[in-house]
């Protein structure tokens, strides 16, 4: 393969270093806690860090928000297919679905695109707290999805702490 350029040219050559290493080949498809660990896409939120967790131990799931009905496919096949039995959904402090709603994002893609964007739901929320207890619940009514321990957290991006939200 030849080398690319910038972010993807630095990403192939830590790849390269990890696989010089890598012993976990062996590993299971199914995660070894069966856990499935739904949190936003923030690049200041490192699940396996944070949470204590190995390759192997857990699916994890990440969008924008960490939002549930962006997830239901993923945590669907989680279960249904390989095994997980607790769900646990992590926001976080600072969260950029705070900074706007969709009306706002569909003028912006509409200014700089000239795309109508008016059939996507981006999800925003105003309440951080609150969209925690929105995405419990829409797992816990969701009748797709098992019947099995949820558990909402709020990550505070300046701690690296976790609060649990019921």
Do not use: W
């Not at 990403?11 to 976990?24: G, I, L, M, P, R």
């Not at 279960?79 to 992590?90: M, N, P, Y």
């Not at 105003?126 to 098992?146: F, P, T, W, Y």
């Amino acid at each position: 393969m030849s080398p690319s350029n910038g972010v993807a040219g630095e990403v192939e050559a830590a790849n390269q270093k990890y696989a010089s290493t890598f012993t976990k080949g062996h590993l299971a498809l199914p995660p070894a806690r069966k856990v499935a660990i739904l949190a936003c896409m923030d690049a200041r939120l490192d699940p396996a860090k944070a949470f204590g967790l190995e390759e192997g131990d857990a699916h994890v799931v990440r969008n924008a928000g960490g939002r549930v009905s962006d997830a239901l496919r993923s945590l669907i096949i989680s279960q249904q297919l390989l095994g997980t039995r607790e769900i646990i959904i992590v926001h976080h402090t600072d969260c950029g679905m705070l900074t706007f709603t969709d009306p706002v994002l569909r003028k912006k893609i509409k200014d700089d695109l000239n795309e109508d964007a008016a059939h996507i739901a981006f999800l925003p929320f105003g309440d951080l707290r609150q969209s925690v207890l929105d995405d419990v619940k829409a797992v816990k009514s969701n009748r797709l999805l098992l019947d099995v321990p949820v558990t909402g957290y709020i990550y505070d991006v300046k701690a690296g702490t976790i609060e649990k939200v019921d």
